[in-house]
C-alpha cells in the first residue's frame, strides 16, 4: 500500500543523493527558475493582483512542495489555470477573501490526501478536464487583449459577453506601439527554441521589452506604471481575521480550488512519471500541495499547484530529485531581492503576449478536435463543460461536468447490461458455444443477465418476469457476466425471485461470483432461492434441474 506521507525528498536522502545529480539538479533548477520568473508575474497580474504576489506563491509553495511531494521533479507555483478562478474571487470576495480561500483550499487538500483519495481524484474524466482546461484557454487569451493592444478600455466587465462587447467597443484605442511590443513577444516566445532551447523565449520577449523601455522609452503601460515598484523582500506571514460566517462564505470557492489543484498536481505528477520512469505518491502529494497553499495564503500568496510544462522543463533538463524544484524556488528569491525594481519596467503587453501563447499552449485543441470526433456521450461532456466555463463559472462547469459525466456513464451501463433467454442451437454459429446442441429439461427456461445489477438496469428484470412462460416449471439464471450488485439491484432482483416462487416455480442461479453472493446472503436472497439451488458452474444448475423435472 502506498504511504500515507512519505515525501520524494526523504527517499532521495536515503538512497543515497550523489555530488553529480546535485550538480545536474543546481542547473535544471536554475532554469526552471528562470523559465519560473516572466510566468509567475504574468500569472499573477492576470489574476488581478499584484506580480509580486505571483513571485512569493512561486517561492514558498515551490520550496514546500519539492520538499514534502510525493513526486520526484514536481514544479509548483501559480499556473494558468488558476488565472481565472483567483479573478473571480476577488472580483466577488476582495483580496482577503482569496487569501481565506487559499488557505482553506489548502486545508481541504491535506484531508483530501488523509482520506487516501489520491486514487479516486484521478477518475476525473478526460473530456472534463479538456472541457473546462480549454474553456479557461479561452478565457486567459480574451483576457490579455486590453493589454496586449493597449486599449484604453476602462474597468472590465466580470462576464464573458461583457468582456468581449468592451474590447469591440474600444478597439479604435489602440496603442501600436504596445501592439508591436506584443507581437514581438509572441514571435520570440514560440520561435526562440530555434535559435537555443537553454534560455526561454519567454525570458528573452521579456528582456526584449525592458531594454525597449530603457533606451528607447517607449511609451507602453508596464508594471511600475500601474503596479508601483515590486517590493524587494517576502512579506511576513500572517493569519486573516476568520469567523463561522467566512468560512461558510468561502467555502465554495475554496472546494473549487482544492479540486482542480489535486486534479492538475496529479496530473503534472503522472505526465513526469512517463518522463522518468518512475512512480509518485498521490497522497503525499495531495498532502504537500495542500500545506503549499496553506503557506502560500499566510504569506499573501495565489493558489499554487504542480506545473505541467515547468516540471517538463525540469526534467528535460537533467533534473532527478526534489533538490531542483527548491534550487528554482531560491533562484526567484534571489531575483525578487535583488532585481525586483528591474521588473517594474517590463511591459504589460509583453506579458500579454506570453499569456497569449501559454493559452494556446494550454488550449488542447487538438485532444478537443478528436473528442469532437468521438462518443456522443464524450462530445456532449466536452462542450458542457468547455461552454459553462466560458460562459458561467469555472465551478459551475466543474460540478455540472461531474454530474452529467457520471449521468451519461450509469446510461452506458446500463445500456451495456442486458437479461437475455438463451435457448438450444443446432449449430456452432451463435455467440454462446456453450448452448449448442443442449437438450433442455422439459419447461425449463434458460435466462442470463450480464453487466452489473444497478439501478439504471431497474426495468429489464420488470421484462425478464413477463417473458417467463406460464407453463415453466424450472428457470436457471446465469450471472457469469454480473460483476456487482447494488441495493436497488438487489431490491429489484428480490421481487422478480419473489414473483417466481409465488408462481410456484423453482429459481436455480449459477455462476454467482463470491462479491454478488456475498450480498445475496446479506440480504437474504440466497435463503429465498435455497443454498442447495445456487451453483459455481451452469452444468451444475443444468444437471440440478434435470432431476428434478424428472419427479
Given at each position: 500500500?502506498?504511504?500515507?506521507?512519505?515525501?520524494?525528498?526523504?527517499?532521495?536522502?536515503?538512497?543515497?543523493?550523489?555530488?553529480?545529480?546535485?550538480?545536474?539538479?543546481?542547473?535544471?533548477?536554475?532554469?526552471?527558475?528562470?523559465?519560473?520568473?516572466?510566468?509567475?508575474?504574468?500569472?499573477?497580474?492576470?489574476?488581478?493582483?499584484?506580480?509580486?504576489?505571483?513571485?512569493?506563491?512561486?517561492?514558498?509553495?515551490?520550496?514546500?512542495?519539492?520538499?514534502?511531494?510525493?513526486?520526484?521533479?514536481?514544479?509548483?507555483?501559480?499556473?494558468?489555470?488558476?488565472?481565472?478562478?483567483?479573478?473571480?474571487?476577488?472580483?466577488?470576495?476582495?483580496?482577503?477573501?482569496?487569501?481565506?480561500?487559499?488557505?482553506?483550499?489548502?486545508?481541504?487538500?491535506?484531508?483530501?490526501?488523509?482520506?487516501?483519495?489520491?486514487?479516486?481524484?484521478?477518475?476525473?474524466?478526460?473530456?472534463?478536464?479538456?472541457?473546462?482546461?480549454?474553456?479557461?484557454?479561452?478565457?486567459?487569451?480574451?483576457?490579455?487583449?486590453?493589454?496586449?493592444?493597449?486599449?484604453?478600455?476602462?474597468?472590465?466587465?466580470?462576464?464573458?459577453?461583457?468582456?468581449?462587447n468592451m474590447l469591440i467597443?474600444?478597439?479604435?484605442?489602440?496603442?501600436?506601439?504596445?501592439?508591436?511590443?506584443?507581437?514581438?513577444?509572441?514571435?520570440?516566445?514560440?520561435?526562440?527554441?530555434?535559435?537555443?532551447?537553454?534560455?526561454?523565449?519567454?525570458?528573452?520577449?521579456?528582456?526584449?521589452?525592458?531594454?525597449?523601455?530603457?533606451?528607447?522609452?517607449?511609451?507602453?503601460?508596464?508594471?511600475?506604471?500601474?503596479?508601483?515598484?515590486?517590493?524587494?523582500?517576502?512579506?511576513?506571514?500572517?493569519?486573516?481575521?476568520?469567523?463561522?460566517?467566512?468560512?461558510?462564505?468561502h467555502i465554495g470557492p475554496?472546494?473549487?480550488?482544492?479540486?482542480?489543484?489535486?486534479?492538475?498536481?496529479?496530473?503534472?505528477?503522472?505526465?513526469?512519471?512517463?518522463?522518468?520512469?518512475?512512480?509518485?505518491?498521490?497522497?503525499?502529494?495531495?498532502?504537500?500541495?495542500?500545506?503549499?497553499?496553506?503557506?502560500?495564503?499566510?504569506?499573501?500568496?495565489?493558489?499554487?499547484?504542480?506545473?505541467?510544462?515547468?516540471?517538463?522543463?525540469?526534467?528535460?533538463?537533467?533534473?532527478?530529485?526534489?533538490?531542483?524544484?527548491?534550487?528554482?524556488?531560491?533562484?526567484?528569491?534571489?531575483?525578487?531581492?535583488?532585481?525586483?525594481?528591474?521588473?517594474?519596467?517590463?511591459?504589460?503587453?509583453?506579458?500579454?503576449?506570453?499569456?497569449?501563447?501559454?493559452?494556446?499552449?494550454?488550449?488542447?485543441?487538438?485532444?478537443?478536435?478528436?473528442?469532437?470526433?468521438?462518443?456522443?456521450?464524450?462530445?456532449?461532456?466536452?462542450?458542457?463543460?468547455?461552454?459553462?466555463?466560458?460562459?458561467?463559472?469555472?465551478?459551475?462547469?466543474?460540478?455540472?461536468?461531474?454530474?452529467?459525466?457520471?449521468?451519461?456513464?450509469?446510461?452506458?451501463?446500463?445500456?451495456?447490461?442486458?437479461?437475455?433467454?438463451?435457448?438450444?442451437?443446432?449449430?456452432?454459429?451463435?455467440?454462446?458455444?456453450?448452448?449448442?446442441?443442449?437438450?433442455?429439461?422439459?419447461?425449463?427456461?434458460?435466462?442470463?443477465?450480464?453487466?452489473?445489477?444497478?439501478?439504471?438496469?431497474?426495468?429489464?428484470?420488470?421484462?425478464?418476469?413477463?417473458?417467463?412462460?406460464?407453463?415453466?416449471?424450472?428457470?436457471?439464471?446465469?450471472?457469469?457476466?454480473?460483476?456487482?450488485?447494488?441495493?436497488?439491484?438487489?431490491?429489484?432482483?428480490?421481487?422478480?425471485?419473489?414473483?417466481?416462487?409465488?408462481?410456484?416455480?423453482?429459481?436455480?442461479?449459477?455462476?454467482?461470483?463470491?462479491?454478488?453472493?456475498?450480498?445475496l446472503r446479506r440480504h437474504?436472497?440466497?435463503?429465498?432461492?435455497?443454498?442447495?439451488?445456487?451453483?459455481?458452474?451452469?452444468?451444475?444448475?443444468?444437471?440440478?434441474?434435470?432431476?428434478?423435472?424428472?419427479?
Amino acid at each position: 500500500m502506498e504511504h500515507l506521507f512519505l515525501p520524494k525528498f526523504i527517499t532521495t536522502l536515503k538512497e543515497g543523493y550523489t555530488r553529480h545529480q546535485f550538480t545536474k539538479d543546481i542547473m535544471a533548477g536554475t532554469i526552471v527558475g528562470i523559465v519560473a520568473l516572466p510566468l509567475a508575474i504574468a500569472f499573477a497580474i492576470a489574476s488581478g493582483v499584484g506580480p509580486e504576489k505571483g513571485l512569493v506563491t512561486a517561492i514558498v509553495a515551490g520550496i514546500l512542495i519539492s520538499l514534502l511531494g510525493g513526486s520526484r521533479v514536481q514544479i509548483g507555483g501559480p499556473t494558468g489555470a488558476f488565472v481565472v478562478i483567483v479573478a473571480g474571487i476577488i472580483a466577488n470576495y476582495g483580496i482577503d477573501g482569496l487569501i481565506i480561500s487559499t488557505i482553506m483550499a489548502g486545508l481541504i487538500m491535506i484531508v483530501f490526501g488523509l482520506l487516501r483519495l489520491g486514487v479516486i481524484i484521478r477518475f476525473i474524466p478526460y473530456p472534463l478536464t479538456v472541457g473546462f482546461t480549454s474553456g479557461i484557454a479561452v478565457l486567459i487569451f480574451v483576457s490579455q487583449i486590453k493589454d496586449f493592444f493597449g486599449l484604453q478600455t476602462g474597468p472590465m466587465p466580470a462576464d464573458f459577453a461583457g468582456k468581449i462587447n468592451m474590447l469591440i467597443v474600444s478597439f479604435d484605442t489602440i496603442n501600436p506601439v504596445a501592439l508591436g511590443i506584443g507581437v514581438m513577444s509572441v514571435l520570440v516566445t514560440l520561435f526562440w527554441s530555434r535559435i537555443t532551447a537553454r534560455v526561454p523565449g519567454s525570458l528573452i520577449a521579456l528582456l526584449i521589452g525592458v531594454v525597449l523601455v530603457i533606451v528607447f522609452g517607449v511609451n507602453a503601460e508596464t508594471i511600475g506604471s500601474r503596479f508601483g515598484e515590486i517590493p524587494s523582500r517576502l512579506p511576513l506571514p500572517s493569519f486573516p481575521d476568520v469567523s463561522m460566517d467566512l468560512i461558510i462564505k468561502h467555502i465554495g470557492p475554496a472546494f473549487t480550488i482544492a479540486m482542480l489543484g489535486s486534479i492538475e498536481s496529479l496530473l503534472s505528477a503522472v505526465v513526469s512519471d512517463s518522463m522518468i520512469g518512475g512512480r509518485h505518491r498521490s497522497n503525499t502529494e495531495l498532502i504537500a500541495q495542500g500545506i503549499a497553499n496553506v503557506g502560500s495564503g499566510l504569506f499573501g500568496g495565489i493558489p499554487a499547484t504542480g506545473a505541467i510544462a515547468r516540471t517538463a522543463t525540469n526534467v528535460k533538463n537533467g533534473g532527478r530529485t526534489p533538490v531542483a524544484g527548491i534550487v528554482h524556488a531560491l533562484v526567484l528569491l534571489i531575483i525578487m531581492l535583488f532585481a525586483g525594481k528591474w521588473a517594474a519596467l517590463i511591459p504589460l503587453s509583453v506579458l500579454a503576449g506570453i499569456l497569449m501563447v501559454v493559452a494556446y499552449n494550454m488550449s488542447e485543441w487538438r485532444s478537443f478536435v478528436t473528442i469532437l470526433r468521438g462518443s456522443r456521450y464524450d462530445v456532449l461532456v466536452l462542450l458542457t463543460s468547455f461552454i459553462l466555463t466560458v460562459v458561467v463559472d469555472l465551478t459551475i462547469a466543474i460540478q455540472v461536468g461531474m454530474v452529467l459525466a457520471a449521468l451519461l456513464f450509469m446510461k452506458r451501463m446500463a445500456d451495456v447490461a442486458e437479461v437475455k433467454p438463451l435457448v438450444s442451437y443446432a449449430s456452432g454459429d451463435k455467440d454462446d458455444t456453450g448452448m449448442v446442441g443442449l437438450e433442455l429439461p422439459r419447461n425449463t427456461d434458460v435466462f442470463e443477465i450480464s453487466g452489473p445489477m444497478f439501478f439504471g438496469v431497474a426495468n429489464k428484470f420488470k421484462e425478464l418476469m413477463h417473458e417467463i412462460a406460464d407453463d415453466s416449471d424450472i428457470i436457471i439464471i446465469r450471472m457469469r457476466n454480473v460483476p456487482m450488485i447494488d441495493a436497488t439491484g438487489i431490491h429489484n432482483f428480490n421481487a422478480m425471485l419473489g414473483h417466481f416462487i409465488h408462481k410456484r416455480k423453482r429459481v436455480l442461479l449459477s455462476g454467482v461470483n463470491e462479491t454478488v453472493l456475498s450480498e445475496l446472503r446479506r440480504h437474504g436472497i440466497v435463503a429465498l432461492v435455497g443454498k442447495e439451488n445456487i451453483f459455481s458452474h451452469f452444468e451444475e444448475a443444468l444437471a440440478k434441474a434435470q432431476r428434478v423435472s424428472k419427479r
